[in-house]
């Protein structure tokens, strides 16, 4: 699979204010140890995401270059109980300032741990960033870790409650061991991107200009208008 495989890092950043120009940029987001820096990494067909034994180490902003200033944004995690208030604190400022406010994000993908799907922190982000209109991928990984049947079953119940708490969102299994679901979630990210530049994305990518992979229905929604009061970062994932 050569799509993403481009991706190069590009810059830590800590503050809005560093962020780099950008036409289009596709954010994952997740519970601290759900496997997100793997599916990046899977995703992109290297080891630009550090994979770390200790949960909750990514407290930057990291942007990985696609070419064509677009990036992908691995977000800081969340709900990882260990870290102290006052270091969480700033990195949830952080988190929600991008999520609500920057602009060229094209949509965020959810990572979450087949096993643990749809936490209470999970819903509080579904939720909470449902106003902004776009759309949003769920990445249930470590597919590899449940029989078949058991997998699908979760993958049906996710299915049903995200209609409910957030329907411009799909959801598949993946997994970043297996490489199973990467040219699912692989369309779906590139559709976003092609959606809001059609056509420069894929020829960045090695792709045919006139190709149109199915993209995800979120952006087949209208978009509501966001909530009066909502200020970047506030409250949004306070544990």
């Known amino acids: 699979m050569s799509l993403f495989r481009s ?6 950043v800590a503050s809005l204010a560093d962020a780099p120009a950008s ?5 994952f987001v997740g519970r601290s140890n759900t496997g997100k820096s793997s599916a990046i990494n899977a995703l992109t067909g290297s080891q ?13 902003i990291n942007y990985y270059a696609l070419g064509g200033e677009r990036f ?5 995690g969340y709900g990882y109980a260990r870290v102290p208030e ?46 902004t209109g776009k759309p949003v991928h769920v990445l249930l990984t470590k597919a590899d870790k449940l029989s078949r049947e058991a997998a699908q079953k979760i993958l049906r119940r996710v299915e049903a ?41 894929g020829v960045a990518l090695g792709r045919e200009p006139n190709e149109n992979p199915r993209q ?11 909530k009066r009061g909502n200020q970047p970062g506030a409250k949004c994932l306070k544990v």
């Open 86 to 131: 006052a270091t969480r604190a700033p990195w949830e400022r952080l988190l929600g300032g991008y999520l609500q406010t920057r602009a060229p994000l094209c949509g965020l993908t959810v990572v979450m741990d087949v096993r643990q799907a749809l936490t209470e922190l999970d819903q509080r982000m579904l939720g909470w960033f449902r106003p």
């Open 161 to 201: 409650e995200l209609a409910v708490l957030a329907p411009n969102a799909s959801v598949q299994l993946f997994s970043s061991l297996k490489r199973s679901g990467l040219e699912q979630a692989a369309a779906v990210l590139l559709g976003w991107l092609d959606a809001r530049a059609p056509g420069a994305l």
């Open 23 to 27: 036409v289009g940029e596709i954010a």
């Open 216 to 226: 995800d229905r979120g952006w087949r929604n209208k978009s509501p208008r966001a």
């Open 7 to 12: 991706a190069c890092f590009f810059k830590s």
């Open 72 to 76: 992908f944004v691995d977000l800081p």
């Open 48 to 60: 630009l995401a550090f994979v770390s034994k200790t949960p909750g180490r990514t407290r930057l």
